[in-house]
């Protein structure tokens, strides 16, 4: 019986064994299952992280572009200030530039008629001064002749008094 026994305490040892290799090899799938769910999990995890992570770049790219064109746009927009305010600028000068220029025609037509009325004076006046230089020119040979002829008068009175002295003492 001694072999019997020993039979059977080594048959419940191959079942103990047997049931210990059967728990590790359901442990074993169980670690292999969890292991296999890890794997997944992590895979899904790192395809959204992709995912994430394209999201994030193409978010960036969009940003930059956006930024791109509002910087673009704020360039356009203020060179067309500039420009706009270049053409204000210029069209004021011109405006300012063709009021000078009326301002100067109005001047120098006001000059031309304020010379052209001293020329008038001065014509005038040089014709006054002609006609009293004339008149004076009439007076003095009047004077003249007047002197001539009071002359030749008081000669000739001097000259008759001595031939009517002359007659009347004798």
Same mark, same amino acid.
């Given at each position: ?5 020993? @039979?059977?305490?080594? @048959? ?30 992590? #895979? ?22 956006? #930024? ?7 360039? @356009?927009?203020?060179?067309?200030? #500039?420009?706009?305010?270049? $053409? ?13 220029? #009326? ?43 007047? @002197? ?8 000739? $009175? ?13």
């Amino acid at each position: 019986m001694s072999q019997l026994s020993g @039979i059977q305490s080594e @048959i419940e040892l191959r079942k103990e064994e047997l049931k210990r290799l059967h728990d590790i090899e359901a442990s074993a799938d169980a670690l292999e299952k969890l292991v296999v769910a890890q794997r997944l999990r992590k #895979e899904s995890f790192e395809s959204l992280m992709e995912r994430e992570r394209n999201r994030w770049e193409e978010e960036k790219a969009r940003h930059l572009q956006e #930024e791109r064109e509002y910087l673009e746009n704020l360039g @356009i927009q203020r060179q067309r200030q #500039e420009d706009e305010y270049k $053409r204000s600028l210029a069209a004021d000068q011109e405006k300012a530039r063709q009021q000078l220029d #009326e301002d100067l025609r109005a001047l120098r037509e006001e000059n031309r008629l304020k010379l052209e009325a001293l020329e008038k004076d001065y014509a005038q006046r040089e014709l006054i001064l002609k006609e009293k230089e004339s008149e004076c020119i009439q007076l003095v040979q009047e004077l003249e002749q007047f @002197i001539s002829r009071l002359a030749n008068h008081t000669r000739s $009175r001097t000259v008759i008094p001595t031939v009517s002295a002359g007659p009347g003492s004798e």
